[in-house]
C-alpha cells in the first residue's frame, strides 16, 4: 500500500514538475520571440489543465505574442464564464483589453483586485503582494506601444515585485521596456533596469539585446554591436538579435544584412513572421519580382491574412513601377495594421506612392500625423513632419507646407538659416505677403548679415504696398540699406537704386515732392552726374517752388 501511495505522489511530483518546465519553456519561447513555439506549448498546458488560472493566463499570452488579442480574449472570457475567477485571469483581461484600445482605468481596476486578492494576510507575508502578480501587471504594461497601458504604473509595480522577487530578470526587463515607452530622457534608466536583468540571470539575452536596440536607435553602431554582442554570448540561438541587426543593415549593406537573415531563417520559428523578413530581405536586395512571387506564395498559403503581407505588395509593386497597385495595397495595409506595427519606412513609402497621384497629398498627410500621434521620438516626429512639408511643397501647395515647416520648427525649438529660408519662400510662394513679411523679419533678425531675408521682405512689401499699405515698400527699402551701408563700395548701385524706388513713390503716389526731391538728391550723393537724376532734380525743384505759397 504504501508502495503505491509512493508511486501515485511520484506521478503527481513528476506531472508538477513537467508542467513547471513546459511553462518555462512556454515563457522562453515569448521571449525570444518564438511566438509559434510559445503557442503550441501553452494550448497543450492549457488543453492538460483548462482549469488552471496559470495555464489560462499563459496561453492567452502566447496568444497576444502571436498578434492574436481577439483569441486571447476568448480566452480569458470562457475562462470568467466558466467559473475560473481568478487574479490571473484579471490580469490577463486587462492586458488584452489595453491592447485593443479599451478604458485603461478598467484594465487598471483589474489590476488592482488581483493584487489586493494575492495580498498576505497572515505570517511573514502580511501585507506583501505577491511579486508574480506585480510582474504579470507590469508585463501587461510594458506591451504594446507608447500609446497602450500605463508604463509609470507599471514601473511603480515592478518596483515592487523587484524588492520582493530578488532572483527573477523578468522583472527588470519589463521595467526596462516600461522606461522605453515613455521615451525622452528615460533611456537611461531602462539602460539600468535591463543591465539589472542581466546581473540577476546572464544567461539571459534580452535585456543586452534592449539595450542594444537602443543604441541602434542612436546609430551608435560600436555600443549596439557590444550589446547585441553580450546577448550571443548569453545565448548564441536567441533569434530576435540576427532580426534587428538585419534591421540595421537592410539599408546600408545588404550583403551583411543577408548573413544576418539566414541566420534568423535558421534558428526562428518557420512561420509568416519569418517569411516576411526573408521576403523583405529580397526586396531590400533588388530582387524585386522574387520578392512579389514569395509574397504571393504567402497569400495563397496559410499567410494570406498575415497583417504585414500588403506592405510586402505595396514595396515591390512601388519598385516595379505599378503605383496604382502600390497605393491599393498601401490603403489596406493601413486600415488593418494596428499601430504598433507601422513602421517609419512605411509612411515614407506612403508619401512617395500618393505624391504620384495630384489631390492625394491630404491622405499622404493624414497618416504622417498618425505616425506624429503615435511616437515617442522627437527625432522620428521631426522626420514625419519635414516629410510632409516637401510633399506639399512639391505639390506647390504652398500653404499647407508652411502649416507642416511651423510644426516642424516649433518641435526643433531652433532655426538655422536655410529654415528660415524655405518657411519664408513657402510663404511667398503661397503669396501670403503678410507672413512672408513676418517670417522674413525674424530672418533678418537672426541673421542680419544674410541678404535673403531683406529680399524676401522688400518682395513681399512690394505686393502689398497698394493704396491701403501705402509706404510699406519704402521702410522695407530703408531696411535693406541699412544692410547695404555697411559695404558701400560693393552695394552703391543697389542703394542707388533703393532711393530711386522711394522717390518715384513719393513723386507719383504721394505726390510728396519735398520728400521725393531728398531721395533725389541722395541718389546723387552715389551718383552726382547720373544726366537723368539730374534732369528729374529741375523737375522736382520746379514743382517744390509751384508748391510753395506766394507771399502778397
Not at 226 to 232: L, V
Not at 247 to 260: E, G, H, L, S, W
Not at 354 to 377: C, H, R, W
Request: glycine share 6%; net charge neutral.
Amino acid at each position: 500500500m504504501k508502495k503505491t501511495v509512493s508511486l501515485v505522489m511520484a506521478a503527481i511530483v513528476l506531472v508538477i514538475v513537467s508542467n513547471a518546465q513546459s511553462v518555462n519553456d512556454g515563457i522562453k519561447f515569448i521571449n525570444y520571440q518564438k511566438t509559434k513555439s510559445a503557442v503550441d506549448v501553452f494550448s497543450k498546458n492549457y488543453n492538460s489543465n483548462s482549469k488552471d488560472p496559470e495555464a489560462i493566463y499563459w496561453y492567452g499570452q502566447a496568444l497576444i505574442a502571436n498578434d492574436d488579442y481577439v483569441a486571447a480574449k476568448a480566452v480569458y472570457q470562457k475562462a470568467l464564464q466558466d467559473g475560473v475567477n481568478d487574479p490571473w485571469i484579471w490580469i490577463g483581461a486587462g492586458h488584452v483589453e489595453m491592447l485593443q484600445g479599451g478604458d485603461l482605468n478598467s484594465a487598471k481596476q483589474k489590476f488592482e483586485q488581483a493584487i489586493t486578492a494575492t495580498t498576505g494576510t497572515k505570517g511573514k507575508n502580511k501585507g506583501k503582494a505577491d511579486p508574480a502578480i506585480l510582474t504579470a501587471i507590469g508585463r501587461a504594461n510594458a506591451d504594446g506601444g507608447s500609446k497602450f497601458g500605463d508604463p509609470n504604473y507599471g514601473i511603480e509595480k515592478l518596483r515592487l515585485a523587484g524588492e520582493l522577487d530578488k532572483t527573477s530578470s523578468n522583472i527588470y526587463i519589463y521595467m526596462g521596456i516600461c522606461y522605453r515607452k515613455l521615451g525622452g530622457e528615460m533611456g537611461g534608466e531602462a539602460v539600468k533596469a535591463f543591465n539589472e536583468a542581466g546581473i540577476r540571470d546572464p544567461k539571459n539575452p534580452v535585456g543586452f539585446h534592449q539595450i542594444g536596440q537602443i543604441y541602434s536607435s542612436q546609430n551608435n553602431v560600436e555600443l549596439m554591436n557590444e550589446f547585441f554582442g553580450k546577448a550571443i554570448v548569453a545565448d548564441i540561438d536567441y533569434p530576435p538579435v540576427y532580426l534587428d541587426w538585419f534591421r540595421y543593415y537592410q539599408n546600408r549593406d545588404v550583403n551583411i544584412a543577408k548573413d544576418y537573415i539566414e541566420k534568423y531563417v535558421t534558428i526562428a520559428d518557420k512561420d509568416c513572421k519569418t517569411d516576411y523578413f526573408y521576403t523583405d530581405y529580397l526586396f531590400r536586395a533588388g530582387k524585386y519580382q522574387e520578392s512579389l512571387d514569395k509574397t504571393k506564395a504567402m497569400d495563397a498559403g496559410d499567410c494570406k491574412s498575415f497583417v504585414m503581407l500588403p506592405i510586402l505588395y505595396a514595396y515591390n509593386y512601388d519598385r516595379l513601377g505599378d503605383s496604382v497597385q502600390a497605393k491599393s495595397y498601401l490603403e489596406k495595409f493601413f486600415a488593418t495594421a494596428p499601430i504598433d506595427k507601422i513602421e517609419p519606412s512605411h509612411y515614407e513609402l506612403a508619401v512617395k506612392v500618393y505624391s504620384k497621384f495630384p489631390g492625394s497629398e491630404m491622405v499622404a498627410a493624414s497618416f504622417l500625423q498618425k505616425a506624429i500621434d503615435n511616437d515617442t521620438s522627437k527625432v522620428n516626429k521631426m522626420m514625419y513632419m519635414k516629410e510632409a512639408a516637401d510633399m506639399f511643397g512639391k505639390a506647390q501647395m504652398y500653404n499647407e507646407q508652411v502649416k507642416w515647416l511651423n510644426q516642424y520648427n516649433t518641435l526643433k525649438g531652433t532655426m538655422g538659416e536655410y529654415d528660415y529660408y524655405v518657411i519664408t519662400n513657402a510663404a511667398y510662394s503661397g503669396m501670403d505677403y503678410v507672413n512672408t513679411m513676418q517670417y522674413a523679419q525674424k530672418y533678418i533678425a537672426d541673421f542680419y548679415d544674410k541678404p535673403q531675408g531683406y529680399s524676401f521682405n522688400i518682395r513681399a512689401a512690394r505686393a502689398l504696398d497698394t493704396t491701403t499699405n501705402p509706404g510699406i515698400l519704402v521702410e522695407a527699402l530703408l531696411y535693406n540699406n541699412t544692410y547695404l551701408a555697411k559695404d558701400t563700395a560693393k552695394n552703391n548701385k543697389s542703394i542707388a537704386s533703393n532711393y530711386y524706388t522711394i522717390m518715384i513713390h513719393y513723386a507719383d503716389k504721394m505726390k510728396d515732392y519735398s520728400t521725393a526731391l531728398e531721395y533725389c538728391n541722395k541718389f546723387l550723393e552715389i551718383y552726382p552726374e547720373d544726366p537723368e537724376m539730374l534732369g528729374i532734380k529741375k523737375q522736382l525743384e520746379t514743382l517744390v517752388n509751384k508748391a510753395k505759397p506766394t507771399s502778397k
